[in-house]
Structures are given as structure tokens and as C-alpha cells.
């Protein structure tokens, strides 16, 4: 139990995939822009996180290790991911459309979103156990979701700031990421105990 | 005539798909089994050739480098066949992600040798200092009569203990426990051999 | 056709300009050999998916466009990383992860699908090259910052004397995100200085 409390902490704080690994960068610059588009794009990309990692692990470790065809692990992971998105897509659609007006159109976003395939490369890397790897997929969409929220509201006060005109856009954004990231590093001690 | 019945087919929008699909998909298939039958015998060069540089590196004077029945330990012997010591890869946790390493030890297992990082992925400039001689060269000459510990903030006392390195206490605790665990496990796999 | 070449060093330079790709970015970029590295893999994996998906585009059903230019991507970044790992294994090893991580890079599937799925062969293979090197200048770049701000040294070489302290918050994720804010600030004000004398 300490080992899946220790593995959800660092995902999701001490390791936050944004700051630290710089995972999942693309919707954070593009659409932290709000508060609610944060949220709704956090929550959904929480939950193909989770169950991607699920999915792919046992396809690793069921299919791909035990006939030897590994090399084929990226192409596999990405359809995997992708076949995914679209399949949650349709199930959310026919069964319940408002979460569907809510989430549909972060839906295929998240494809393309780094954080995922880094996710499940993570996993296999770290020889995480498929518990430990279900949490790792949950620790670390919390911590997306906690990276753009953070950004989102940042960002909505930063209209009334006078930044520099060259560096308004991705500039500041990127440069606050920084200190984001600097913040975070506090963190780094909750861990050794 | 076949031309034609083709032609049909690729009006309707399934076939297609599905003939696209299943042909891309095998083009990539063949080209990967292409690079992976270049590239793994390769590969599997570059991972032995590592391990022994960094056996060479804890034994200076290693001839050869020998595999035992254990996977992942090695004898180093010398030009005269004179057992040098016994390297080993040992792995586990760190602060960001796995710490693989390889250490050596004396033949009777009382004096470790040093040790190398293979891999790791601990933070720049603070735990990516495990793998820079400061911290490494402080493991040659620790007695292994009793676990190895690591103090902080002050010089080690004991010669079973090691300084940690400032600001990354998690890592330096890392690499001791590995060492630790493994140191261990081959001293009962080397025991049982004799 | 210069110009579909042109256009990804400057003005639509896919770091600067239009922020594509930045988890490679700013995760290799600790060091300018690494940032050179990651830099050749992408152009290399973008301009042999784009000359690829540009010559088969008359063949590709529209309804799955989408996930055949990733099966195509991810079979080029595997052959990368394959190749990485066999002839510059220390490389290979620094970069971890990040080269898999090439196949979610938006700036490939994004030529794929704004420019090779459009044009022919030797537009897009011109087109793709130019935001490879684009992206690989951008790369070096920033890991030249870095490296010597964060440890004295460039490629390798000690440029600063021996009595700088590194700054290590350079080769930490924050002091990526910042280094890159601020060249993308730096970019834009020359951007501006050299638009106002065309103009």
C-alpha cells in the first residue's frame, strides 16, 4: 500500500509529469487559457490516462514480451491510444451527451497529447507492477490536471498584468511554467520522509 | 476482368479501409523486423562492451572478463587467470526512476571494490551525482563486514559508511540500499557455490 | 520551392513561431550535443514520413488518414531509435524515452497533415526538411544556453573559467522553461527589428 501511495505522490506532485517532465506541454500552453476548459480537459485526460496505462500494460506484458516483438511496442502503443480516445468518444456520446458536450471536443486532443505515450513508456521503463502502474496512470493525470488548473487561473489574472510586448503569448507563459516548476521542486522533500 | 471486380470493391469505403490499413500496417511490420534484425545483435555489443569497460574500471588489470551460472555476475580474472573479484549488476528504485548499477567485490566478499552507474535518471547537478567520482570512489575500500551506511553532512567514521551528497540525501540513500540488498544476495549465491 | 524550404528556419520556425514540439524541447535540451541528436532524429523522421505519406496520399482513405500517418511516423521513429541505440548508445541513453516520444511530437503529424497529404513528393520532402532544420537550430540553440550557463561548457568544451559556478537551475526543468521564454522574446524582438526595415 505504501509503494502505490509513494508511486500516485510522486506522479502527480513530486514528478508532476508538465513541470518535470515537460509531458503534455502542447494543451498546457494552448489551452490553459480558462479555468472550466482546464478542468474539463484534466478530468478527461485523467481518465484515458488511467485506462491507457491498463490497456497497454497488459498488452505488454501479455502479448508483446511473450512473443518477442517488442520492436513493435511504439506502433502498438500509439493505435492502442488512439483506437482508445475514439472508443471512450463514442461511449460517452451514446451514453451520457451532456459529458459528452462537456468533454467531446478535448476528446481528440488528447491523442496527440506527449503525456500519454510518455506514460505508458514510463511504465515499462520503471517495470512499475500493474497495480502500481493503474495508479501511476491516475497519480499522473491528477497532477496534469493540477498543473493546468494552476496555469489556467495564472493566466486568467495575467490579463490585467503589462507584460512585455515581446514576450506576451508563449513567452510568459513558458517563463511562469518556470517558476511553476521551481514551486514544485519544494515539494521534492515529502517524499524522504 | 479481376481489374474490374478490384476497381468496384475500392468504390466501397469499408474494403478500402481495410485493405489500406492492412497494408501499411504490414509494410511496417516487415521494415521494423528489417532494423530490429540489424540493429539488436548491435545492441546486445554495446550493452556487453559497457559492462566490461566498467569492470575493467573497478578491477584495473582485469584480463577477462568471465560469466559465472548467476545472471548478472561476473569474475574478473587477471592475465594469469587469478580471480580478481566478482562484479555484479544490482537495480532498484531512485528518486526519479530506476538506478542501475554494477559494483565490484573482493573474492571473499569482505572489501567492496567500487562501484559504476549504468543507468539513471536522477535529477542534473544534484542526484545525477551518484555517477561522478566524489561519491563513486568513496565505495572502493568500504568493509563489508557490516551493511554499508551513509552519514550526512559530516566525514564518514566508520569504513563501512559513505558521505551523501548535499541536497540529494533520497539518491545516495538509493544507491546504499541497492548495494546493500544485492551485496547480500550474492554473498549467499557465492557461498552456496563453494 | 526555396521558400516551402525557407519558411521553417525563420518564419515559421517550428519552436519559436509556432511552439510545436516542446516536450523534446525543453526535456534533451541540458546539453547542445543532445539537443543536436534529438534535433537530426526528428528532421530524419519528418521528412522520410512526409516524402512517404506525400507519395501514397492519393491511396489514403480520408476516414483513416489520421491513424495511418501514425502508424507510418511511429515505424520511422522506431527505425531512429533502433539505429540510436546500435551506433551512438550513449546517446541513445541520454535521450531515454524522449525518442519514442518523437511519434506524439505535433510538429510531424502537423506537416503530415497540413502540407505532405496536400503536395507532392519533392515539395514536402523540401518542406519537412526545412522544419527539421528549423527545429534542430532551435534545439542547439537552447542547449548551448543551457550548457553553458549550467555547466561552463559547450559541446563539451569549457568556455567558462574555472572560477564560474554552474547555475544549476539551468539544467533543471525550470531553468528550461524560462531559458525558452526568453529566446522565444529574444526571437520575436529581432523578429520585429528585421520586418521594420523590409517594411
Known amino acids: ?60 506484458y501479455y502479448i508483446l514480451v511473450p512473443f518477442n516483438l517488442v520492436f513493435l511496442q511504439y506502433v502498438t502503443f500509439i493505435i492502442v491510444i488512439a483506437s482508445f480516445v475514439q472508443f471512450v468518444e463514442m461511449v460517452i456520446r451514446k451514453v451520457s451527451p451532456p459529458l459528452y458536450k462537456a468533454l467531446g471536443i478535448f476528446l481528440p486532443l488528447i491523442t496527440t497529447n506527449c503525456a500519454i505515450l510518455g506514460l505508458t513508456l514510463f511504465m515499462v521503463l520503471r517495470n512499475y507492477s500493474f497495480l502500481e502502474a493503474v495508479v501511476f496512470g491516475l497519480g499522473a493525470g491528477v497532477g496534469f490536471t493540477l498543473a493546468l488548473v494552476i496555469m489556467a487561473g495564472i493566466r486568467e489574472d495575467l490579463v490585467f498584468a503589462e507584460v512585455p510586448e515581446p514576450l506576451q503569448g508563449a513567452g510568459i507563459t513558458l517563463i511562469i511554467a518556470g517558476m511553476l516548476a521551481m514551486a514544485f521542486m519544494g515539494f521534492g522533500g515529502i517524499i524522504s520522509g | ?179 546493500n540488498k544485492r551485496i547480500d544476495e550474492v554473498r549467499k549465491l557465492i557461498k552456496a557455490k563453494q | 520551392m526555396i521558400k516551402d524550404f525557407a519558411k521553417g528556419l525563420w518564419k515559421e520556425n517550428p519552436v519559436f513561431v509556432q511552439v510545436l514540439g516542446m516536450c523534446p524541447t525543453l526535456a534533451v535540451t541540458t546539453k547542445a550535443l543532445f539537443g543536436l541528436s534529438m534535433g537530426l532524429a526528428t528532421t530524419f523522421v519528418v521528412v522520410s514520413s512526409g516524402l512517404v505519406i506525400s507519395s501514397i496520399r492519393r491511396f489514403v482513405p480520408d476516414q483513416v488518414r489520421i491513424p495511418m500517418f501514425t502508424v507510418i511516423i511511429a515505424t520511422f521513429v522506431t527505425a531512429a531509435d533502433y539505429f540510436l541505440k546500435a551506433n551512438f548508445f550513449q546517446i541513445s541513453k541520454a535521450l531515454g524515452p524522449y525518442v519514442p516520444l518523437i511519434v506524439v511530437n505535433c510538429l510531424i503529424l502537423g506537416r503530415a497533415e497540413a502540407f505532405a497529404s496536400k503536395h507532392g513528393v519533392a515539395r514536402s520532402g523540401l518542406d519537412a526538411l526545412g522544419m527539421g532544420v528549423g527545429f534542430t537550430c532551435a534545439l542547439v540553440v537552447l542547449g548551448a544556453c543551457r550548457e553553458i550557463l549550467g555547466a561552463g561548457t559547450v559541446f563539451g568544451a569549457r568556455i567558462m573559467g574555472e572560477g564560474f559556478t554552474n547555475w544549476i537551475i539551468m539544467v533543471l526543468p525550470a531553468g528550461a522553461f524560462i531559458t525558452l521564454g526568453l529566446l522565444v522574446g529574444g526571437f520575436n524582438i529581432i523578429d520585429k527589428k528585421v520586418s521594420k526595415k523590409k517594411g
Open chain 1, 1 to 60: 500500500m505504501k509503494e502505490l501511495i509513494l508511486v500516485f505522490i510522486a506522479a502527480s506532485i513530486t514528478n508532476n509529469f508538465v513541470l518535470t517532465y515537460f509531458l503534455g506541454i502542447c494543451p498546457f500552453i494552448g489551452v490553459s487559457g480558462k479555468i472550466d476548459s482546464s478542468i474539463g480537459l484534466g478530468i478527461a485526460t485523467t481518465f484515458v490516462m488511467t485506462m491507457a496505462a491498463t490497456v497497454t500494460w497488459l498488452i505488454y
Open chain 2, 1 to 179: 476482368m479481376a481489374d474490374n471486380v478490384f476497381k468496384k470493391a475500392w468504390g466501397n469505403d469499408i474494403f478500402r479501409i481495410i485493405v489500406s490499413l492492412a497494408i501499411v500496417g504490414s509494410a511496417s511490420g516487415m521494415a521494423l523486423v528489417f532494423v530490429y534484425n540489424y540493429a539488436s545483435p548491435k545492441i546486445s555489443i554495446n550493452i556487453k562492451h559497457e559492462t566490461e569497460k566498467a569492470i575493467r574500471n573497478i578491477f584495473p588489470g582485469t584480463e577477462k572478463v568471465g560469466k559465472t551460472s548467476e545472471k548478472g555476475v561476473y569474475k574478473a580474472e587477471s592475465g594469469k587467470g587469478e580471480l580478481l573479484g566478482y562484479a555484479f549488476v544490482a537495480e532498484g528504485n531512485g528518486y526519479q526512476g530506476i538506478i542501475r548499477l554494477i559494483a565490484g567485490v573482493d573474492p571473499a566478499i569482505t572489501e567492496m571494490k567500487g562501484m559504476e552507474v549504468l543507468e539513471s535518471s536522477e535529477t542534473p547537478g544534484l542526484g545525477a551525482e551518484i555517477a561522478n567520482p566524489p561519491f563513486r570512489n568513496q565505495f572502493s575500500g568500504l568493509k563489508l563486514d557490516h551493511a554499508i551506511e551513509y552519514v550526512k553532512n559530516q566525514k564518514p567514521q566508520e569504513d563501512y559508511q559513505i558521505e551523501a551528497i548535499t541536497g540529494a540525501t533520497i539518491s545516495s540513500r538509493a544507491v546504499v540500499n541497492i548495494l
